[in-house]
């Protein structure tokens, strides 16, 4: 069984639009490499079009008021973000909204009219940040490694933005990521099967026999998981023994005012220690780019 640290990766997106879906939509599946042109093909075609969350589309262009009576029908919507100043409109939306958009604009004149206009004025990811206007509109995705328990916390954000890696993935790879109240100790698994702990060089006996205890049930659920699979039983049913400390990859793609949000829930004093490892974590990344957090 391994023991890893909590992580976290910004992904940006770049100009390889289809790069980033399918990297994105591959954590699902345990793995980091691929076609990219099968994986998007395979995602349009069997409508798994929420992975297309993940692209990032960003527009700057002329006002008019056909679109403006055309954006009206969306203002309910939360997955399009919209803003005039000097008469430009900025718009900062998905690729899963514009896919919506191309399957109704033949019944709908005012998703035909929005996707042209999207189509037309779309800009890059960089002119859009140097924009200032843009910057504060910009949408940031994040790989995020942690534990199943903390993943279930991040994931209560509505609308979701999610690509979680399917625990059917963890069959050859025992590994836990390791909880808050382990943080500063270094752990050894002897000759005898005994995890021992160390601080600061010398051997930790308060804790020793917790974390034993930890350990034990973690790899334990592991052998059963591994067992329950070779006796027959379906891997996504097997998995309900695996203990919710099991490690997991997160792609997680949302606004830089929902990433604030989010960060003031999962930092507050009442949230989980582990949520407020990985939601630091995020608010130092977007600290490096210039945001600002009170």
């Not at 390889?16 to 042109?37: F, L, Q, S």
């Not at 390791?178 to 100790?185: F, I, K, R, T, V």
């Not at 974590?281 to 957090?293: N, P, T």
Request: hydrophobic residues 35%; contains cysteine.
């Amino acid at each position: 069984m391994k023991i890893i640290e909590p992580s976290v990766g910004l992904w940006k997106q770049g100009d390889d639009v289809k790069a980033h879906v399918a990297k994105c939509a591959r954590v699902c599946y345990g793995k980091e490499t691929g076609n990219d042109d099968v994986t998007i093909n395979t995602l349009l075609k069997k409508h798994h079009w929420s992975m297309f969350r993940h692209e990032s589309v960003y527009v700057i262009g002329e006002f008019t008021s056909r679109l403006a009576i055309a954006l009206e029908r969306y203002s309910n919507n939360p997955y399009i973000n919209w803003t005039f100043h000097n008469n430009k409109l900025y718009i900062a939306t998905n690729g899963n909204f514009c896919l919506d958009l191309k399957e109704c604009q033949e019944v709908n004149a005012h998703a035909q009219i929005l996707l042209t206009y999207i189509n037309y004025y779309r800009v890059s990811e960089d002119t859009f940040f140097n924009d200032e206007i843009g910057y504060n509109m910009m949408r940031y995705t994040f790989c995020i490694v942690t534990q199943i328990s903390t993943s279930r916390e991040l994931n209560r954000v509505s609308p979701n933005n999610i690509a979680e890696q399917s625990t059917r993935y963890v069959y050859e790879n025992d590994t836990i990521c390791s909880p808050h109240w382990l943080e500063g100790y270094n752990i050894v698994h002897n000759i005898y099967g005994k995890y021992i702990v160390y601080k600061d060089g010398k051997e930790d006996n308060d804790i020793n026999h917790k974390v034993f205890t930890y350990f034990q049930s973690c790899k334990n659920s592991f052998d059963n998981y591994r067992f329950l699979v070779n006796a027959g039983l379906h891997r996504q049913d097997a998995r309900g023994v695996l203990s919710i400390d099991t490690a997991t990859k997160c792609i997680y793609t949302y606004s830089i005012n929902e990433w604030k949000h989010i960060i003031k829930l999962r930092t507050d004093n009442a949230a989980h220690p582990n949520a407020q490892i990985i939601a630091n974590m995020i608010k130092k990344e977007l600290e490096e780019l210039g945001y600002e957090f009170n």
